[in-house]
């Protein structure tokens, strides 16, 4: 079955590098993804990455994939306290299939 | 633009009662999904209509029931209502013709409490 685990809490100070990790089951999964969520909010995609890509740059944001792993993680440059919110990873081969999230706290 | 809308913000039902919530999907967007979003959870996917039809469904049992009309708009049922469908419930609407990545735009949610 499908399974996406996420650790649950991260603590960084601002300025800092934040590194948050995945691990999914489902290897037909096409697509991986990042999203945000932050209190009273929806979801807000972050970014996403093919699967057969190993590492994807989007501006302050890094993702890596480790395929043969299954091990995904997005690298957060420069973390500001606006970043403090609750990251989900997102497998997809049909419906996404989120983690529990792992809530990021910023510390001034 | 408006993104994807949902409607009540809140509510608050008792066990055994039926509730309905609303969704309307960006401009543009016409497949509609929606989710189950527990507390401390990450989201479960329910179902996904498209053309009307419900296309995929998750693993949820038939007391959650949808609808999706001619403007693209859905509604989320959920009859019998049990203390553990307490929940934020999200919609997200996409473009049923996007080929590559599954993009989503999420509402802010429907919150339920059920007494």
């Known amino acids: 079955g499908e399974d996406v685990e996420q650790s649950l809490f991260l603590s960084v100070r601002e300025g800092d590098s934040s590194v948050i990790n995945c691990t999914y089951t489902?290897?037909?999964?096409?697509?991986l993804y990042w999203y945000k969520q932050e209190p009273g909010a929806g979801l807000q995609l972050l970014t996403y990455?093919?699967?057969?890509?190993d590492m994807k740059q989007d501006q302050r944001l890094t993702v890596l994939l480790n395929k043969k792993d299954k091990h995904l993680s997005l690298r957060i440059a420069d973390t500001q306290t606006g970043d403090s919110a609750i990251y989900f990873c997102?497998?997809?081969?049909?419906?996404?299939?989120f983690g529990s999230g792992t809530r990021l706290q910023v510390q001034p | 633009d408006a993104g994807v809308t949902q409607s009540p913000t809140h509510l608050i039902k008792t066990r055994g009662q039926q509730v309905t919530l609303r969704c309307s999907p960006k401009?543009?967007?016409?497949?509609v999904s929606w989710y189950q979003q527990a507390l401390g959870q990450g989201p479960q996917f329910i179902f996904q209509?498209?053309?009307?039809?419900?296309?995929q469904r998750g693993n949820f049992p038939d007391r959650f029931s949808g609808h999706q009309f001619p403007n693209y708009s859905s509604e989320l049922n959920v009859n019998a209502l049990l203390l553990g469908d307490s929940a934020l419930y999200l919609c997200?609407?996409?473009?049923?013709?996007?080929?590559?990545?599954?993009?989503?735009?999420f509402g802010a949610g429907s919150r339920l409490t059920v007494l």
């Open positions: 997102a497998e997809a081969w049909r419906a996404l299939t």
């Open positions: 209509y498209y053309e009307e039809e419900e296309r």
């Open positions: 401009s543009g967007h016409d497949t």
């Open positions: 997200a609407s996409s473009w049923g013709g996007q080929s590559g990545a599954n993009v989503l735009t």
């Open positions: 990455i093919f699967s057969n890509m």
């Open positions: 489902d290897s037909s999964s096409t697509y």
